[in-house]
């Protein structure tokens, strides 16, 4: 009897373990598409499985695990041809990635791990250009990929970068002159870009703690900075170096310095303990100054518990400003190439959950029932974006009411079919956006739906989707908090001009569709289960302070079955007689919808326009493949600045979602590549000053 129950206290303890152990399944489908997408190679990859399997529990080749998720794949030069799968961003555990030494082809995916630490994908045969997703990868220190074909110019993707001490682009066919953003890479002490076509100065190194660097066989030209001239391991030949002294800095321009290393003479110290003393008794004087004047305006000022910082009207960024104030080519060029990144962190999210740090919260002065103190509101942003498992916190009624002035007019920012939008405004200078559900919504419901709803939506993370922070259910009231975008709508953007408005560039209204369609690919394609989002509008798209959008309404879907109407008029699509009649297909029309309002900057439905262009979609669609036509459809306050084929393979995407018969409209993920390979374009980076009627022969 006692060996019967040991027998069965042994098979227990095993199957326990096997159950511990089975790999999370979005790891198991990630590896399984990817081992498809390698052709089978059985032979090569012991224990992997094209469908199901248990990576971890039954030691697949060249995976390592902690627990029930991966963290390790390394299989270099294992002779492994085709390509990587389009799932790797299910592998949110891995940090270390090396598929070097194999004969893999096609496109890097942009959509890899997204927390990888080391990344090394040399010695094979990819082409295309490096995937913008590594510019999201904040803790990654390494970075191979050399010795492959790809293409194209680095874009400005260094700027999160701030870890990465290994680059190496080597032997590769990359063009272009070096990004600015490179000058965030502060840990970077070995760069490798020998042997492309790489072009321009490399000035933007210079600051950089290079111990290692090798730009051999290129097309750089100017000199070679002073700065880098000390580097360990200095290697610059094959290129176009001007010769004789370098011409002095431009006036008021210092030369940039490295960090002094230890040993430095007493000479520079003094020198710049001077400086450092004459900068600290100015900062001084300046503080006394403010303070001055601080302490006599609040004299005068009236009692308010919010700080107005749009007083003046919205906070805009030179990138919408400063292009279109001149004709000056040249100076739209410049604006382009030192303040306009084709893309951005917080639009491009390749398929990961990244967020973008939140600011502490200063109690107010006031006494608030219930108030958060700095810690406890910290504490709310940043929780959330601390773990993988992340739930939307609770704020009080009485809080919110204070924060928007008792749900104040002056507070208001729109209103829809669900309800009203407030701003809440803390003493600051922070401010929430507060959704406040029109109650009648849930007449005859569960108790619980609004539950179900914030646990839905705080599941959602993604850098082009509005972030939730929290919600309130009290006393009726059925509130959504989320984080507060500065810029407003994309629709106040194209169609509420005011003194402060200047029109997007058409690089930014890329930029915006592109963001967009990465979060709508997000919701359909990523979240499980998936999202329709059935309310896409261009009042849903909201812009920060760097004019990235954000779109919101998500997970509400349920309520449109509910309310009278469901989007705004003009983008209901064709089969949409009813709301229930909403699918992925819907969404795809009403995303096209707004890519021909940043086309064109006209309204969905216009009724001061002429009857035969009332309808934005009815009037566009015929003239979307008329190259002649669409030069007039265009936007005029982009006043002829854009690349028109730029314009016509932008048209081209809109058709495909504008389709009367949904089966024929493609998928979003479909319409994010079109966007991608269309914001890729040489055009889009060098020639942003040409119209159609200007010069048409670079496209």
């Known amino acids: 009897m006692n060996l019967n129950l040991l027998g069965f206290l042994i098979f227990s303890l095993g199957f326990l373990t096997r159950v511990q152990t089975k790999t999370s399944s979005q790891d198991v489908s990630a590896l399984n598409v990817m081992f498809t997408s390698l052709n089978n190679p059985s032979s090569q990859l012991n224990g992997w499985k094209a469908n199901g399997g248990d990576p971890c529990g039954e030691s697949w080749e060249g995976v390592k695990c902690s627990g029930s998720s991966v963290t390790e794949i390394k299989l270099s030069g294992y002779g492994l041809s085709g390509s990587l799968g389009y799932q790797l961003s299910n592998l949110k555990s891995v940090t270390t990635f090396d598929m070097s030494k194999n004969n893999l082809q096609n496109d890097v995916p942009y959509q890899l791990p997204p927390n990888l630490d080391y990344l090394d994908l040399s010695n094979n045969q990819f082409s295309g250009t490096i995937p913008y997703s590594i510019s999201q990868m904040k803790g990654i220190t390494y970075v191979n990929l050399a010795h492959n074909q790809l293409n194209g110019q680095l874009t400005d993707m260094f700027q999160n970068l701030k870890k990465l001490k290994q680059l190496d682009v080597s032997n590769n066919k990359l063009s272009g002159e070096l990004p600015r953003s490179m000058e965030s890479l502060s840990s970077l002490d070995t760069l490798y870009l020998q042997n492309n076509q790489l072009s321009g100065k490399i000035n933007v190194l210079a600051g950089l703690p290079l111990k290692d660097l090798n730009v051999e066989n290129n097309e750089f030209n100017g000199w070679i900075p002073d700065e880098l001239k000390d580097i360990d391991n200095l290697q610059t030949g094959g290129n176009s170096w001007s010769s004789g002294p370098a011409p002095p800095p431009p006036p008021g321009v210092k030369p940039k310095k490295k960090p002094q290393q230890e040993g430095g003479g007493g000479t520079n110290f003094s020198h710049w303990i001077i400086i450092a003393l004459v900068i600290l008794a100015s900062l001084v004087a300046v503080a006394l100054l403010v303070t001055v004047i601080f302490s006599r305006k609040r004299r ?251 779109l919101g309404d998500y997970g509400l879907a349920n309520f449109h079955l509910r309310t009278s109407q469901n989007l705004g008029a003009g983008y209901n699509a064709p089969e949409c007689t009813t709301p229930s009649a909403y699918t992925m297909k819907s969404d795809v029309y009403s995303f096209g919808v707004v890519m021909l309002e940043l086309l064109t900057g006209r309204k969905p439905l216009d009724n001061s326009k002429p009857t035969s262009e009332q309808c934005l979609v009815r009037w566009a669609t015929p003239q979307l493949h008329d190259l002649e036509a669409l030069d007039e459809m265009v936007d005029p306050a982009l006043r002829g600045l854009y690349p028109p084929k730029s314009v016509s393979r932008f048209a081209d995407v809109i058709a495909l979602c504008v389709q009367t018969e949904p089966e024929f409209r493609p998928p979003m993920s479909e319409i994010v590549q079109a966007l991608i390979r269309l914001a890729e374009r040489p055009s889009m980076k060098e020639d942003f000053g040409h119209s159609r009627r200007t010069e048409d022969s670079d496209y």
């Open 300 to 550: 005068f000022a009236p009692t308010s518990h919010f700080f107005d910082e749009e007083k003046g009207g919205r906070m805009f960024t030179p990138r919408a400003s400063q292009e279109l104030s001149t004709d000056s080519r040249t100076a739209l060029r410049s604006d382009f190439k030192e303040n306009e990144p084709l893309y951005s962190p917080g639009s491009i999210d390749t398929k990961t959950l990244q967020k973008s740090p939140s600011s502490g919260y200063k109690p107010p002065s006031f006494d608030l029932a219930q108030s958060l103190n700095d810690n406890e509101f910290a504490s709310r942003l940043n929780a959330k974006r601390s773990t993988s498992a992340r739930a939307a916190v609770p704020f009080t009624l009485t809080e919110l009411r204070t924060a928007t002035d008792d749900f104040s007019p002056s507070q208001l920012v729109g209103e829809g079919s669900l309800g009203r939008l407030y701003k809440a405004k803390y003493p600051d200078g922070k401010v929430l956006a507060v959704k406040k559900i029109d109650s009648s919504l849930f007449e005859g419901t569960r108790p619980e739906e609004f539950s179900d709803i914030v646990n839905n939506i705080s599941k959602v993370h993604h850098p082009n989707i509005a972030e939730l922070v929290g919600y309130c259910s009290e006393q009726g009231h059925n509130i959504l908090v989320y984080e507060y975008c500065r810029n407003g709508s994309l629709h106040d953007f194209l169609h509420v001009s005011d003194d402060y408005s200047k029109p997007l560039t058409w690089n930014t209204r890329v930029r915006i569709a592109l963001g967009v369609s990465r979060a709508v690919e997000y919701l359909h394609e990523i979240c499980s289960p998936s999202f329709v989002h059935k309310n896409i509008k261009s009042s849903n798209i909201l812009l920060d302070l760097d004019l990235n959008p954000h």
